[in-house]
């Protein structure tokens, strides 16, 4: 199954999309923002830096598996205080808050975790967020 999404300022639309929370889909996504790139390549110290999200090149089109997530979702579902001790400016503890990311999400809803248990990296390069995403906190 094929799906379109337009994703604008971080929001994701489709006027087709109907299906339970975790939903496989290939997704074409057209970027209508302005990204700047916030430093130069060659000025990093660390190889493992290049990964973090400033310094990646930004594609006019984004394929692979998607994950869904309903509506309201709030920063303690997207990142648990408790995990906030670490600092993402050091490169380790980056990669290893990276591992939190939407740990919170209840289980009875999403079986499926964004990240699997043990890793770091997640098998989703997309998240389709519903209305709200990011709620709930002034972090």
Not at 9 to 22: C, I
Not at 52 to 71: L, N
Request: glycine share 8%; proline share 9%.
């Amino acid at each position: 199954m094929l799906k379109t999404f337009l994703i604008v300022a971080g929001l994701a639309s489709s006027n087709a999309f109907v299906g339970p929370a975790m939903t496989k889909v290939g997704i074409r996504a057209e970027v209508k923002s302005t990204v700047t790139r916030m430093a130069a390549a060659d000025n990093v110290d660390d190889p493992r830096l290049l990964e973090m999200p400033k310094f990646r090149p930004r594609p006019r089109q984004y394929r692979g598996k998607a994950f869904v997530a309903r509506d309201n979702i709030d920063t303690d579902q997207i990142i648990p205080a408790e995990y906030l001790t670490l600092v993402p400016s050091k490169t380790d503890e980056y990669e290893q808050l990276g591992s939190y990311a939407l740990i919170g999400l209840p289980q009875a809803l999403y079986p499926v975790p964004y990240v699997q248990p043990g890793h770091t990296k997640t098998e989703y390069p997309i998240i389709i967020a519903g209305d709200n995403f990011g709620c709930g906190s002034s972090r």
